[in-house]
């Protein structure tokens, strides 16, 4: 039983002489060692490292890419229109010594500073552009300038800036009615100028329908006329030719046609005494003539 304790207590003094004596940085971590809260050495390989107990004090900083969601503000663009923007910034600790010095190696602290620098930057990026152009692709150029100039200003407090990004940029509540309003009075216009160009347009394309039509008709009356003249034409010729060739033939026939038009349907007709028309009739009722 006395072994089982002595071990144990043996164990427990390991452990404490371990955390006097060592520490461990891993590989998400950085890590300063302070004399008195001097920094003598800053860690930024993992590793087990040691220290002097109770006169070296650790802290620790991070060293992976951190994500601050700065908060939204309102900006005035070029054509003085009010945008609030939504952005975040991309940002890991640089210079160790540099950030705890300046930051007391806290996060919080860091990030203030990000939120003051960034917004100022990107206020006066913005302010020389038009709302249409901050909307655009160009606004990748605009961020990349406020990346620039925010970097050099957060270097000086150990900060490493690597990007600053707009997640959304929206006009304020009463503003964006007024826009909406607008917008959709535009579009009403657009849509009555259409139809508007689309009536006229079909009234054209009828007139001209209708304009077709007339020449067609026309036409094919002035063929028709044509046609039939050429036709009158030839029948006269026939009837000319057959009355050259017999005229006393063609009379007769010409008086047998006229008599099938005069009796038919009971019609009454008045001769002269000499007419050779009544001669007939007369003959053919066996009357003879006066």
């Given at each position: 039983m006395?072994?089982?304790?002595?071990?144990?207590?043996v164990?427990?003094?390991?452990?404490?002489?371990?955390?006097?004596f060592?520490f461990t940085?891993d590989?998400?971590?950085?890590?300063?060692?302070?004399?008195f809260?001097?920094?003598v050495?800053v860690?930024?390989?993992p590793?087990?490292?040691?220290?002097?107990?109770f006169?070296?004090?650790v802290v620790?900083?991070?060293?992976?890419?951190?994500?601050?969601?700065?908060q939204?503000r309102?900006?005035l663009t070029?054509?003085?229109k009010?945008?609030?923007?939504?952005n975040?910034a991309?940002?890991r600790?640089g210079?160790?010594k540099?950030?705890?010095e300046?930051n007391?190696?806290?996060l919080?602290?860091?990030?203030?500073?990000?939120?003051?620098?960034v917004?100022?930057?990107?206020?006066?990026?913005?302010?020389?552009h038009?709302?249409?152009?901050?909307?655009?692709a160009?606004r990748?150029?605009?961020l990349?300038?406020?990346t620039l100039l925010s970097?050099?200003?957060?270097a000086v407090?150990?900060i490493?800036?690597i990007?600053?990004r707009?997640k959304?940029?929206?006009?304020?509540?009463?503003i964006?009615?007024a826009?909406?309003?607008?917008?959709?009075?535009?579009?009403?216009?657009?849509a009555?100028?259409?139809?508007?160009?689309g009536?006229e347009?079909s009234?054209?394309?009828?007139s001209?329908?209708?304009?077709?039509?007339?020449?067609?008709?026309?036409?094919?009356?002035?063929?028709a006329e044509?046609v039939?003249?050429d036709?009158d034409a030839?029948?006269l010729?026939?009837y000319?030719?057959?009355?050259?060739?017999d005229?006393e033939?063609?009379?007769f026939?010409?008086?047998?046609e006229?008599?099938?038009?005069a009796l038919?349907?009971g019609?009454?007709i008045v001769l002269?005494?000499?007419?050779?028309y009544l001669?007939f009739?007369?003959?053919?009722?066996?009357e003879?003539?006066?």
């Amino acid at each position: 039983m006395k072994k089982v304790i002595v071990f144990a207590g043996v164990i427990v003094l390991l452990v404490i002489v371990y955390n006097l004596f060592a520490f461990t940085v891993d590989e998400t971590k950085k890590a300063a060692v302070l004399r008195f809260g001097e920094i003598v050495r800053v860690i930024e390989k993992p590793g087990l490292y040691f220290k002097i107990p109770f006169i070296n004090n650790v802290v620790y900083l991070e060293d992976r890419v951190l994500n601050y969601d700065i908060q939204p503000r309102d900006i005035l663009t070029a054509d003085q229109k009010r945008l609030t923007i939504d952005n975040y910034a991309i940002w890991r600790v640089g210079a160790p010594k540099t950030f705890i010095e300046t930051n007391a190696g806290s996060l919080i602290n860091a990030q203030i500073r990000i939120d003051d620098i960034v917004y100022s930057d990107l206020r006066d990026v913005l302010a020389k552009h038009t709302l249409d152009e901050i909307v655009s692709a160009k606004r990748l150029e605009y961020l990349r300038e406020v990346t620039l100039l925010s970097y050099d200003k957060l270097a000086v407090f150990g900060i490493d800036l690597i990007d600053v990004r707009i997640k959304r940029a929206d006009l304020p509540t009463e503003i964006e009615q007024a826009v909406f309003s607008r917008m959709r009075s535009e579009r009403e216009r657009i849509a009555a100028q259409l139809r508007a160009e689309g009536d006229e347009t079909s009234k054209q394309m009828t007139s001209n329908a209708d304009k077709e039509r007339v020449i067609i008709f026309a036409e094919a009356d002035k063929q028709a006329e044509m046609v039939k003249g050429d036709g009158d034409a030839q029948a006269l010729e026939i009837y000319a030719d057959a009355y050259n060739q017999d005229p006393e033939f063609y009379r007769f026939w010409r008086t047998l046609e006229s008599y099938k038009t005069a009796l038919q349907g009971g019609a009454s007709i008045v001769l002269s005494t000499d007419s050779d028309y009544l001669r007939f009739l007369e003959n053919m009722a066996g009357e003879p003539a006066d």
